[in-house]
């Protein structure tokens, strides 16, 4: 095999394609990027077996040929050549040759036949979304997933369809957040379970153009993204969703619409006053024209008074400040509203369209504070 790329264009598929592989395995082949040069185009893989990239990259194929170099050698050693023409050179399945101007590796490699590719998948079931869409929904959602597997399904998020909506929804035990997006056409009721590990790497890989598009496709056990050259391919989280629905009331005893950026500024202000794993509360006093923010810690002390406009009863109610800083940060509403029942039921943060909820459940506090 023998290939002739530009360096900016191997580093950038590399580095997109990196992003599946595994840490830590017990297969060797795993750790490798596939070169795969045996037709007239260059492709890179890399495959964790949960979560496989696949991108071509422009180049010209001298000799055809696969091979699989150590992706982590391989990256550091792209980055660090020349700003010029790259050869990739073997003559064998053991050794390759990188060559940049006068500077030459010569590095071990593995045979292609033993890599694990991505499995086929037949592109039927598909919807498009704009990459800046996708992107902007999942970070608004993807802060509430749970880190820990004690439940997978938490450490995923629901993609829904219904029609010409998608639903993108997570949740960790404490919190919900459901962001809802309008498609340009219909398509068939789905609903899968995807990992937050791949849609984190998504984010990191799509550019976030709006006039950039990806196709989104479902297998029974698997979900692809193609977009730009690049195929993503992750395996989903197998069973149902949490039937959040039955968790969602539009039942309220107070309701408050406040500036969002006062908002935000005084509980990132408040949460000064707490170390790291400290679970102190921010106490909330709604009362007519104003609520008051209290927060109480080793430290110290703090309260501020916010304008708000409410309808209903006053109440008091505390809330884990970092939950509502990061539902906050990503609405874009100059105001927000806030409902509420009472001081053990949940707090709603919601447009009038219903574009975004995001639920987050109240934390018990003494009321002398």
Do not use: W
């Amino acid at each position: 095999m023998k290939i002739i790329c530009s360096r900016n264009n191997l580093v950038k598929g590399v580095s997109i394609v990196s992003k599946a592989v595994p840490s830590k395995t017990t297969m060797p082949i795993l750790e490798c990027i596939l070169i795969d040069a045996s037709l007239d185009t260059i492709k890179l893989t890399a495959n964790d077996m949960e979560l496989g990239i696949e991108t071509t990259i422009e180049g010209e194929v001298v000799e055809h040929g696969i091979l699989a170099l150590n992706a982590k050698i391989f990256s550091e050693i792209v980055r660090k050549l020349p700003d010029n023409d790259v050869v990739i050179d073997a003559e064998s399945d053991s050794q390759a040759l990188i060559t940049c101007e006068k500077a030459k590796f010569n590095i071990a490699a593995q045979s292609g036949e033993d890599f694990s590719y991505l499995p086929a998948i037949e592109k039927e079931n598909f919807f498009t979304i704009s990459e800046f869409t996708l992107k902007e929904a999942i970070r608004q959602t993807i802060f509430s997933i749970a880190d820990n597997d004690s439940n997978k399904m938490m450490t995923g998020e629901l993609f829904e369809i219904t029609d010409d909506k998608l639903r993108v929804v997570s949740l960790d035990g404490h919190r919900i957040s459901i962001r809802k997006i309008e498609l340009k056409d219909s398509y068939e009721p789905r609903k899968v379970i995807v990992p937050g590990k791949t849609l984190q790497e998504i984010s990191k890989i799509i550019g976030g153009e709006a006039e950039e598009y990806v196709d989104i496709s479902f297998t029974k056990n698997h979900i692809v993204f193609e977009f730009d050259k690049t195929v993503v391919v992750s395996r989903l989280i197998e069973g149902d969703y949490f039937k959040i629905d039955q968790m969602l009331s539009s039942d309220y005893d107070t309701k408050i619409t406040v500036n969002k950026r006062e908002l935000l500024d005084c509980i990132d202000r408040a949460t000064l006053l707490i170390k790291e794993g400290d679970k102190k509360p921010i106490i909330i006093n709604i009362g007519d024209e104003s609520m008051q923010l209290k927060i109480k810690s080793q430290i110290g002390s703090m309260d501020e008074d916010i304008f708000i406009t409410k309808e209903g009863k006053d109440l008091l109610i505390g809330f884990n400040p970092k939950f509502l800083i990061d539902a906050l940060r990503v609405i874009d509403d100059e105001e927000v509203e806030l409902y509420f029942m009472n001081a053990k039921a949940p707090c709603f943060i919601k447009d009038k369209q219903q574009t975004y909820i995001y639920l987050i459940l109240p934390v018990n506090f003494n009321a002398v504070v």
